[in-house]
């Protein structure tokens, strides 16, 4: 039984069979009114774009990331009507893969995995991954930073949040077929487990 703080009696565990039971039930207010339909599909970015991601900043920006050819495109959009995007600069003979995105604070963060090409051959396309990548900008308009390695060469990026300025991530090894990893980076700080 919940304790009850308003000096009224705290109800019996068992009520009394004579007497009707009620229940306050709290009203929830909602935010403002609930559209009863989803909107129109309005185009972000085109072209041969896979891995799509999507977040909302504390102001209600929108911002979407996509793995497009061998690289990441961003893109932008203060009402969710009119889109600014950007490609973000990859090294050569790199491909930069299923980006995922997040905000923390005033920080955007974009994690993605990037892997180089080796000689394929039977059913190997010849991708091998070379790590997770993250890069930031400070939010409304600040630019991207260089990107930056987390953990080791190999990982293959999974799932990706950042909780006040520490980054947590899932990751794979061994070309995806090896265990799955939780990391964090805090302060500098890389740190693992294997998930069971």
């Known amino acids: 039984v919940p304790a009850v703080t308003d000096g009224s ?24 009114p609930v559209p009863t339909v ?30 497009c050819g061998m690289g990441i495109r961003y893109a932008s959009s203060k009402d969710g009507k009119t889109w600014r995007t950007t490609a973000l600069p990859h090294p050569a003979h790199r491909t930069e893969i299923e980006p995922q995105i997040a ?16 000689e394929g051959g039977c059913g190997f396309d010849g ?11 400070t939010l409304p308009n600040g630019r991207w930073s260089p990107p930056t390695r987390i953990g080791s060469l190999g990982d293959h990026l999974q799932s990706f949040r950042v909780v006040n300025g520490v980054i947590h991530e899932t990751f794979a090894t061994q070309h995806q077929e090896g265990p799955v990893w939780y990391g964090s980076l805090s302060g500098g700080t890389f740190r693992s487990i294997r998930i069971p």
């Open 9 to 32: 009696p705290a109800p019996s565990a068992t009520p009394d069979p004579g007497k009707p039971t009620t229940v306050d039930t709290p009203s929830v207010q909602a935010a403002g």
């Open 38 to 67: 989803w909107s129109k599909a309005r185009v972000v970015m085109t072209g041969p774009c896979f891995s799509t991601s999507a977040t909302v900043d504390p102001s209600g920006g929108y911002h979407v990331v996509a793995g």
């Open 103 to 118: 905000v923390d604070g005033s920080t955007l963060y974009v994690a993605y995995t990037r892997q180089r090409q080796v």
């Open 127 to 137: 991708m091998i991954d070379v790590g997770v990548y993250y890069r930031t900008r």
